[in-house]
Structures are given as structure tokens and as C-alpha cells.
């Protein structure tokens, strides 16, 4: 089974409807982040978790919110889905004193 | 500001042939380095690391990577390409403080031909 575990793979919804994407991990670290991926601007930061009770907006947070549910799970929330939110999410994850990230698989979102 | 440049956006090599491709970072703190390859369909695999010591620094899949403090570059090099190293490469920085967020280049395709 994978460390890192992200739910649903592919997801395909229309403008306006609510999204959740789910991750879950048994790598047992404390950090974890959702990035997106769009072709020809790489990663960039959604949110991130330091723990439980301490979330934090990245450099796109706009339109999506976050829960920490347990040190474990990390979801992902599209309160109102738009077109141009059409794009490949990953959770990762990182142990507190190292630098490496440790991706999921990715889930495929489109927005019509 | 940080930012990661990874100036190739496709690169097409013969199987075989040599690789380097090309990532340039400006970060204010002193900085880790990375590089992932994603296959098709797939998340994102950690090739190699720089945090410390020696400047060249070993990865998998054979790979290597010189981290050169002077020119704020961490090329990754390999001296024969596989048909299976066809994929997209990111480069990736990060602090050794503070948030440690990493920022990712804008990836790098590598197509191999026979």
C-alpha cells in the first residue's frame, strides 16, 4: 500500500459543485501540504499543516480550503468548483527536522 | 524572493547519450535542493538531495547533481540515458529554517529516442 494516499484518482464535476479531495498517510509525519500541478507552472503551494491545529495559506490558497482531521489525513475542499480549477492536486507529506516531501499520486480534478 | 528557473522546458536525447539538465535557484537562506521525477501518471519521485557537505551529490536511477554556491545551480546530470528515463524532472529548494516550504521549478520534459 502506498505511504501516501489520495482519494479520489480522477474526479470529473461541473461549475458549482463542492469538492473534497482526501489524503491519508502512514508514514506517520507531521507536515503535510497540498500542491497543484499545471503544465508549464509546476507545483505551487495550496495549504499546508504543521499539525493538527495549526494550518497555513500558501501562495494559492484562494477558493480552496483545508482540514486536519487527524495527524493522518489532510483533505482538500473546492467550496465552489470552477473551470480553471481544472488540474492535477498532490498531497505530500515531511517529517518535522527533514527537507524531502514524500508525494501522493495525485488526484486528476476537471472542472466543466 | 525564492524562485526556482529551469530553463529547458523539452529536451529530446538518444538513448545512450549524455543528459544534464539545467535548474538555477535564488533563495535569501541557505538552501536545501532537490530534484523528482514524475513518470507518466504518477506523483512525484525524489531523485537526490543537497543539504550539506560534499557538492556532488548521488541519486537513484544513477543520476547525480552539483550543487555550485557561485552560479546558484543544481544540474542534474547522467551519463547514459535510459529510454526509461523519459519523464518530467523538477528542481526543488527549500530552507533549512523557518517553514521549510520547498518551491518547485517549472519542471523540465525529457523525451528518449532509440
Known amino acids: 500500500d502506498a505511504d501516501v494516499t489520495q482519494t479520489p484518482r480522477n474526479r470529473i464535476t461541473k461549475t458549482g459543485k463542492r469538492i473534497m479531495l482526501e489524503c491519508s498517510q502512514t508514514?506517520?509525519?507531521?507536515?503535510m501540504y497540498w500542491y497543484r500541478q499545471d503544465p508549464g507552472l509546476g507545483l505551487r503551494l495550496i495549504y499546508y499543516?504543521?499539525?493538527?491545529?495549526?494550518?497555513n495559506k500558501g501562495e494559492i490558497s484562494d477558493g480552496y480550503s483545508v482540514s486536519r482531521q487527524a495527524q493522518a489525513k489532510f483533505s482538500l475542499s473546492l467550496e465552489s468548483a470552477i473551470p480553471n480549477q481544472t488540474a492535477l492536486y498532490f498531497c505530500?507529506?515531511?517529517?518535522?527536522?527533514?527537507?524531502?516531501?514524500?508525494f501522493g499520486e495525485g488526484s486528476r480534478l476537471t472542472v466543466l | 524572493a525564492q524562485s526556482v528557473t529551469q530553463p529547458d522546458i523539452h529536451i529530446t536525447v538518444s538513448e545512450g547519450a549524455s543528459l544534464e539538465l539545467r535548474c538555477n535557484y535564488s533563495?535569501?537562506?541557505?538552501?536545501?535542493l532537490f530534484w523528482y521525477v514524475q513518470s507518466p501518471g504518477q506523483g512525484l519521485q525524489l531523485l537526490l538531495k543537497?543539504?550539506?557537505?560534499?557538492?556532488l551529490v548521488q541519486g537513484i536511477k544513477g543520476f547525480e547533481a552539483e550543487f555550485k554556491r557561485s552560479q546558484s545551480s543544481f544540474n542534474l546530470r547522467k551519463p547514459s540515458v535510459h529510454w526509461s528515463d523519459a519523464a518530467e524532472y523538477f528542481c526543488a529548494v527549500g530552507a533549512k529554517d523557518g517553514a521549510n516550504n520547498l518551491f518547485f521549478g517549472t519542471g523540465t520534459r525529457l523525451t528518449v529516442i532509440p
Open positions: 543537497y543539504f550539506s557537505g560534499d557538492t
Open positions: 499543516s504543521f499539525d493538527v491545529k495549526d494550518i
Open positions: 533563495y535569501g537562506a541557505t538552501p536545501y
Open positions: 508514514k506517520g509525519h507531521d507536515r
Open positions: 505530500a507529506t515531511k517529517r518535522r527536522a527533514a527537507g524531502e516531501l514524500f
